[in-house]
């Protein structure tokens, strides 16, 4: 063999000798655990619904506003008893990506390389933010819902100005809870990206 045929073979070996230790001893393979791939698709479908029944939620609070606006009580009293129902749905479904969280929060040190782990820190971050907004977001609900009950069955009158903040609050936190789960999203699409 010449000698420049046997650098090039000697180059070729180096370079893939170098690629596989790389790619298997300082990255090491690429995998992730089932149970985070399971937990990360039940909770994709709760984040999911919590946005949902939040988006939902601030519908109905415009009809009810209005119905107060219109001193139909008891309009608003009947869709009070709605977003109430709705209210446990969304605590319901915050507690189940809790527990979805924690399993894929427990699968987070067998997801190989660094870059994907570090991404799916990351979007577990975001939804445990999504859970403590959606806490703050029903218990302000609770508060607005016992406020206009209150209200409606003969006690304080005047809590225009209360209710007006509380839907504000609501709203501010409705839209919060749609960009944590939108970063959540766009997190794990960059996750998916180092698998391909």
Known sequence: MKKSTKTIVWSVILIVLAYFLVRYVVIGP????????AARTSGAAAATDIARLSNESILKLDEISKKDAEYDFGGAMVLISAELLRNKELKSKALSLSNELAKMANSLSRIQPRQARELAAEAIGY???????LISYSDTAEELFELL??????GEFFVTEQVNKSID????????????????EETLRKFDEVYK
């Open 30 to 37: 690429k995998s992730v655990p089932e149970g985070f791939v």
């Open 127 to 133: 939804e445990v933010a999504l859970v403590s907004r």
């Open 149 to 154: 009950k209150s209200k409606y069955n003969g």
């Open 169 to 184: 609050e609501l709203n501010l936190t409705a839209r919060t809870i749609n960009t944590f789960n939108k970063a959540f």
